[in-house]
């Protein structure tokens, strides 16, 4: 069965100071990796793509990065408007079309 | 360009009171899903659809139902509503021959008292 692990489930940062946030996985095939913002009251809205182990993607101060088990997005020096729910989501080629996420990170940067 | 869109955006029923949920994507997409979020539970699929006409369970389906009969809508129904189903629902929809990502609607705030 597909599962996906997001932690920590919160996260409060110093504006400028950089973290990770992780998504570890499991599951049959993987078709595609997933990362999504969420603000509150909004739905949420995609981020990026990864689809196999050692591939990047970078936009503005997000970073994410792809093993065989776990995906990471690194935010290097943060800045408030960062601020947002950060979910993962995963397909795999035993369920199509199934969509699987995780169960998000708060993130909170304070000026 | 109107993406997905929800309808209703906030409702309040009754126990055991029935309700329909609408959505509707205008970008031609084959995938359309339901999910409910729950503070800390992250998005729990409900529902989902691959194409006009087909429905599959999703994580946790029990009490409700779904209906794809255009290729454009996909219908979330509460026959008989309960406390445990106030969550806010969001609909989304992805083509996965093209771009893979889901887009999502700005969700509907569902309380049951």
């Known amino acids: 069965e597909d599962q996906v692990t997001q932690s920590p489930e919160a996260l409060r940062l110093q504006e400028g100071e950089s973290s990770s946030l992780n998504c570890s996985y499991t599951v049959s095939g993987l078709r595609g990796l997933f990362w999504y913002r969420q603000d509150p009251g909004k739905g949420p809205e995609f981020l990026f793509t990864?689809?196999?182990a050692g591939e990047e993607k970078e936009k503005e101060r997000l970073k994410a990065t792809l093993t065989k088990k776990e995906s990471f997005l690194h935010i290097t020096a943060p800045k408030p408007e960062d601020s947002a729910t950060y979910l993962c989501a995963v397909q795999g080629s035993s369920n199509t079309g199934k969509l699987i996420f995780g169960q998000g990170t708060t993130l909170q940067v304070k000026p | 360009n109107a993406g997905v869109t929800q309808t209703p955006k906030f409702r309040v029923l009754k126990t055991g009171q029935s309700m329909t949920l609408l959505c509707a994507q205008d970008m031609n997409h084959e995938y359309m899903y339901w999910y409910r979020q729950d503070p800390g539970m992250g998005l729990r699929l409900i529902h989902y659809s691959v194409g006009e006409g087909t429905t599959a369970k999703g994580e946790v389906p029990d009490g409700y139902n779904v209906s794809r009969l255009k290729k454009q809508n996909f219908l979330l129904g509460l026959e008989s509503a309960a406390p445990s189903q106030t969550s806010v629902y969001f609909c989304a929809s992805r083509d996965p021959r093209g771009f893979p990502e889901a887009f999502f609607g700005q969700g509907t705030r569902l309380t049951v008292v």
């Open positions: 990864l689809y196999s």
